[in-house]
């Protein structure tokens, strides 16, 4: 079935740094792909998104590239803040699975002063 | 607009128990899907409901269950509570169903089971 590996935190980094969060997937068709955020003790929001092949999801700094050939979704930013801190997840939806989101297992993300 | 909301936000039950979770979506959505969140297990789909209908549906056992009711409102049941149930459950809404439109999480509900 559809899956989706993200790299495992945690992740430290200092303030200002470049962040880069791997993800691959598995995906029968042509999956929809997405990075969430979760802070802690709130819900996910979305950060980004894709829909198709080559498209580049972007949000408050962070982008992340669809790439069928090599079926990666990877986030960046290119300066991280303390704010950022968070658990970050790659996820997937297949053409036809409505609301059905496939996580990754999440990478948290600490940012130091 | 008022985001999506889940009731009660944390609650203890005792293994052996059933209990009953909500969820309200953002005014006009009609699309509710569950998800468990666990340290072990990550998060994971337990199903969806579009127009009172379960259109999706996860791998948990059938002591989960759910409905949707008429005013897109969801409740999830879980009878026969286990250890293993302790998990943050997630509630999410959108516009639609079908295709992909975006899903709105709320806090969820912190389960402990004792």
């Known amino acids: 079935g559809d899956s989706v590996t993200q790299m495992e935190g945690p992740v430290t980094l200092s303030e200002e740094a470049f962040l880069t969060i791997n993800c691959t997937y598995t995906a029968t068709g042509y999956p929809s792909l997405f990075w969430y955020v979760q802070y802690p003790g709130e819900g996910l929001q979305l950060l980004l998104k894709?829909?198709?092949?080559?498209d580049k999801g972007s949000n408050k700094g962070f982008e992340a590239t669809y790439r069928k050939e090599t079926t990666s979704f990877h986030l960046e930013k290119g300066s991280v803040q303390v704010s950022d801190s968070a658990v970050y997840f790659c996820a997937l939806t297949g053409g036809n699975q409505g609301g059905k989101l496939i996580f990754g297992q999440g990478t948290e993300l600490s940012v130091k002063p | 607009k008022a985001g999506v909301t889940q009731t009660p936000r944390y609650l203890i039950k005792t293994r052996g128990q059933q209990v009953t979770l909500s969820c309200s979506p953002i005014?006009?959505?009609?699309?509710v899907s569950w998800y468990q969140q666990t340290p072990g297990q990550g998060l994971q789909f337990l199903f969806e409901y579009f127009s009172e209908t379960q259109r999706n549906k996860g791998n948990f056992p059938g002591r989960f269950s759910g409905r949707q009711f008429s005013n897109s409102r969801s409740e999830m049941n879980v009878s026969t509570l286990e250890l293993g149930d302790s998990a943050l459950y997630l509630c999410a809404s959108s516009l639609e169903g079908t295709g992909w439109y975006e899903q709105y999480f709320g806090p969820g509900t912190r389960l402990t089971v004792t």
């Open positions: 894709a829909t198709k092949a080559d």
């Open positions: 005014s006009g959505h009609r699309s």
